[in-house]
């Protein structure tokens, strides 16, 4: 874990909430959806595969309890959880938020328009609700 | 397992190729991406973490197995993967090839355009690549 530095542009477009036992949880800085990242912090990682099976077990917990939480924090319809990386190669899960009549539905939210930054007390707020949920 | 029904419309968009330990294996019937579904056989999930931990790590083994034999059989530089479900709620995991260049590269696949028939050579031919490659 010594060597693992996590990519800029993830660190640019998230903020970190807490480390979990494999992973960094991060808010995405996009307040259209309640939106969080899962990064191993493993490095030299950009596919599930390359993983050891301890560690992919791991990322699966870890999946489920911020899902899980996400899901009660923002009360949405349904989760989406997606690892692309066809921009960013270092290995990170998303966990999003999804309801009816939001900006994609029922579209993914990738490459979707603008991010729109979260105003200081809505995102303090819902990182509340986050972290007690967990 | 026994009260399993597959969803009707991830039937109709998708072929079954085989049956892991959980899930099935099931080729997207779209020939622009090497694409393929993991069902878990379970009913009434739609999220992850309704999942038991035990079938959990089931998914996340067949996901890293089905997902570097994708990688193996089609060559491609990225894998994606997702589970959505903002359609159709019966817990599914995409496992897509994607290269640059692609018809959605870099976005996501998910509701690009139409989907296009696969060729029965070309089929065929990336079924038994994959089944070599599991």
Known sequence: MSDFVLDPRLERD???L???GLCQLRLMEDSRWPWVLLV???SGISE????????QTMLTFETAIAAKAVKQ???CLKINVGALGNQVRQFHLHIIARDEGDP?????VWG????KPWATS????FTERLLEAL
């Open 14 to 16: 998230s903020t970190l």
């Open 40 to 42: 191993p912090q493993r």
């Open 112 to 115: 979707h328009g603008q991010a």
């Open 122 to 125: 809505a995102r303090a707020e």
């Open 104 to 108: 994609a539905w029922p579209g993914p």
């Open 48 to 55: 599930i595969f390359e993983m050891t099976p301890l560690d």
């Open 73 to 75: 924090a923002s009360g």
């Open 18 to 20: 807490m480390k979990l």
